[in-house]
Structures are given as C-alpha cells and as structure tokens.
Nanobody
Framework: VQLQASGGGLVQAGGSLRLSCAASRRAFLTYTRGWFRQAPGKEREFVAAISGSGASTSYADFVKGRFTISKDNAKNTLHLQMDSLKPEDTAAYYC???????????????WGQGTLVTVSS
C-alpha cells in the first residue's frame, strides 16, 4: 500500500492546519492508522492513532486537546486536524499503518512520505 500525506505548510503560532493521508488500497481498512512526527535532530515520535473501527483514538500528551485524528473510510483517507499550533510542533509529519492499536513506532509497517509543518512564532 502507498500512503500519500499532504497538507503541511507554514503557519503562525496559534493557527491551524489539516493534514491528510490517502491510501492507495482499501485492503487495510481494518488497520490502525497513526501520525508521527520528526523534528530536525530528533527521533521520530508518536502523535496520534485511530483504530480500524474508528472507535478508539490515542494521543501523545503534548497534543491532547489541540489535535484531532479522524478517518474517512469511504475515501480511504486519514486526517489530522491541528489547532493552537506552537513553534515546537514544527516537524515533518508522517502517516503510517499498523496491524495493532499502539503508539510504538516499530509496530507500524507502512509509512508515507513526510509533509513538513512549520510554525512561526
């Protein structure tokens, strides 16, 4: 499966962006879908995940209350609504699929390319 992330850009602190991730195949609808980010010089870190059914979501503490993960099964698309952005949210954001509902980076087998988010102060 190929994952195509989009929606990154430059935004001022306090602003919003909505990331999207389109999957090329519908066979992975039952997979957990997650968002990760990697800032320059730092390790990739978990941001949010949504279960295959959509009934469960998980967020990193640093985005709780600001980011919302969702998915559109009809369009086979994953979204990340990012509000109240901070300069420390600046990073390349990646979407990924996993067969288990988890925050562990290594459990995600399928990755899209990153989309860059830059938050200016």
């Amino acid at each position: 499966v190929q994952l195509q992330a989009s929606g990154g850009g430059l935004v001022q602190a306090g602003g919003s962006l909505r990331l999207s991730c389109a999957a090329s195949r519908r066979a992975f609808l039952t997979y957990t879908r997650g968002w990760f980010r990697q800032a320059p010089g730092k390790e990739r870190e978990f941001v949010a995940a949504i279960s295959g059914s959509g009934a469960s979501t998980s967020y990193a503490d640093f985005v709780k209350g600001r980011f919302t993960i969702s998915k559109d099964n009809a369009k086979n698309t994953l979204h990340l609504q990012m509000d109240s952005l901070k300069p420390e949210d600046t990073a390349a954001y990646y979407c990924a699929f996993s067969s288990t509902f988890t925050q562990r980076t290594r459990a995600y087998s399928y990755w899209g390319q990153g989309t860059l988010v830059t938050v200016s102060s």
